[in-house]
């Protein structure tokens, strides 16, 4: 399969080109910028992201071009462009505000295949400290602004590649062959604000790299179930499900593969939302798993009485998990494999270089050692948006694909202070009037804002009681928050701007419905600073 390679510096947006380039229908792998795999024959092209980085740091990533230029098409972004300039003898220096934000191509070189198709004046996104002012020799310009002179520029390089080596047939590979060019763009390609990004990138991948655009979810099940074939053999596997969206497509994609001998563990720990653990394992059901469902909510919620700190409560519900699925796959004696929904956002996070952890990781860990199970996890290569495309094409019903995210300890971290059964049902109440009134909402496109949100709850404050009136007479009970966010990875999130009927009618319902509940806000905080649960 033919791949890009991406290798990363440490750019926010890296996981940004690599989903654009997934959506060109061409896979991709983003790598360390300094693990390039010299041995893959797949690979067709590599970019260079952007860093935090000036190539003048000491700290500053670098990296030996010297066993690739020449053999493959190289696209440097930002730092990426910065750096190759600099390291071939170009100059960089500290760059002035202006080259931050929105700019427009004021020139860019006639027939460049990077710029096919481009309109004039297009506009990008500059986000960089510093700018190229000179490029090495013999390279030359191939864009710029009004106030960036190396907007772009291309580098020609001979070919490096011994002929048995080349998989380039003689003909193509004269000299000029775009097999053997570097670009390098200073503006971001990736993000929305470059409005003929995608087209460059495509331009890239595409014409360039000569990508056949055939990664789609169709060639994904096809590939991964034959794999999954090979992997597991006649062995049983074992998985987790949790109700989420990767979970169910890893199963029912396992199901595909192996059918019975995939068994699936489901812990209810008892801070589920309403009726979800009877409503999923229905679903389930439905599509044909092997699911054992195991109800341990007295567990938890005994483990949990009195406990209020929140890194307290994410410890108990941790430990408790582990043990109560080691419990039950210790039952299921011939398994071999432990099989997990593990995703590729997933995993570069882990791989995140500049060492700062965003987004601590919740999958079932710490299985018993005697079970020495081997590791299967088929989405590991997916951005989330394809795991749903994938779900689809195993023709899984829209509203297990379309489930805003919800977190393992569930409705716990959204219960400020200690864990009750009563604060539970009172938090399940009020949750399901408002994940079913945006359900309901259909918003002027026909879309539901529910599907329009990434992910959406309610927080009780158990802690704080306020007075309200009702009838005649007094309460003293607790505020509720509601919480919806948009995001694209729960890294960063915004509030969502709710239409204000849709808000009267569910704080009516909730106050007049739920027993407990005497008032109703909206949290209006972004993240960051503030994360999308409370706890
Ligand atoms: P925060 O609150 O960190 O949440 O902004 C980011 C995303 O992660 C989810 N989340 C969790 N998911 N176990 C999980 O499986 C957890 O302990 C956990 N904590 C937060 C949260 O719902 C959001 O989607």
Redesign the pocket.
């Known amino acids: 399969m033919q791949k890009i390679i991406i290798l990363d510096f440490g750019s926010q947006t890296t996981q940004l080109i690599g989903r654009r380039i997934r959506e060109l229908n061409t896979f991709c792998e983003i790598l360390p910028y300094n693990k390039f795999p010299h041995d893959d024959p797949s690979v067709i092209g590599v970019i260079l992201s952007g860093s935090p980085y000036s190539v003048y740091d000491p700290e500053a990533f670098k990296v030996d071009l010297s066993g690739i230029r020449g053999r493959m098409p190289i696209l440097g972004i930002c730092y990426g462009a910065q750096y190759m300039s600099y390291t071939n003898g170009g100059k960089v220096e500290p760059a002035g505000s202006r080259e931050y934000g929105r700019a427009n191509l004021a020139w860019i070189e006639q027939n460049n295949p990077l710029f096919r198709g481009f309109a004039p004046n297009s506009q990008v996104w500059m986000s960089h400290g510093d700018t190229i002012t000179a490029i090495p020799e013999g390279w030359r310009a191939i864009a710029s602004t009004a106030s960036v002179k190396f907007a772009a520029y291309q580098a020609d390089d001979a070919c490096s590649m011994s002929n048995t080596a080349c998989a380039v047939s003689p003909n193509q590979c004269s000299q000029g062959s775009m097999f053997n060019k570097v670009w390098g763009v200073q503006f971001h390609p990736e993000v929305f604000h470059s409005v003929q990004g995608t087209l460059l990138l495509k331009n890239f991948v595409v014409d360039i790299c000569g990508s056949r655009q055939d990664w789609s979810p169709a060639s994904f099940v096809e590939t991964t179930v034959n794999e999954i074939r090979q992997q597991v053999g006649d062995d049983r596997v074992i998985l987790g499900l949790?109700g989420?969206v990767d979970s169910s497509v890893c199963a029912v994609l396992l199901n595909r593969a192996i059918g019975d001998r995939l068994t699936c563990i489901f812990v209810d720990h008892g801070m589920l939302r309403k009726n979800e653990f009877r409503d999923v394992m229905h679903d389930y059901e439905c599509l044909g798993l092997n699911v054992i469902g195991v109800d341990a909510s007295e567990r938890f919620l005994g483990d949990l009485a009195g406990v209020t700190d929140p890194e307290q409560k994410?410890k108990i519900i941790?430990r408790d998990f582990v043990e109560v699925f080691n419990a039950e796959a210790r039952k299921i004696t011939d398994a071999r494999w432990l099989a997990q929904g593990t995703i590729y956002p997933d995993r570069i996070e882990s791989l995140n270089i500049t060492g700062k952890v965003i987004?601590?990781h919740?999958?079932v860990g710490g299985l018993p050692k005697e079970m020495s199970l081997g590791l299967c996890e088929p989405l590991k290569w997916l951005f989330k948006d394809e795991v749903r495309r994938v779900g689809r094409q195993l023709g899984m019903p829209e509203h297990l694909i379309t489930r805003h995210?919800?977190?393992?300890?569930g409705l716990a971290?959204r219960i400020l202070g200690d864990i009750t059964r009563e604060k539970v049902r009172i938090l399940q109440d009020a949750d399901d009037i408002f994940i079913r009134a945006l359900r309901e909402y259909v918003d002027t496109d026909g879309v539901t804002l529910y599907n329009k949100i990434?992910?959406a709850g309610v927080v009780l404050m158990s802690a704080v009681r306020s007075v309200g009136v009702m009838g005649d007479e007094r309460t003293y009970e607790h505020p509720v928050a509601l919480r919806a966010v948009t995001?694209t990875d729960?890294?960063t999130?915004d509030w969502v701007h709710l239409p204000y009927d849709l808000m009267a009618k569910v704080s009516n319902d909730i106050i007049n419905k739920v027993k407990g509940v005497n008032r109703v806000c909206y949290d209006i905080s972004s993240?960051p600073p503030a994360?999308?649960?409370w706890e």
Not at 405 to 409: C, E, N, R, T
């Open positions: 949790s989420g994410r941790g987004k601590s919740h999958n995210p919800f977190p393992g300890p971290v990434w992910q995001s729960a890294m999130a993240k994360t999308i649960e």
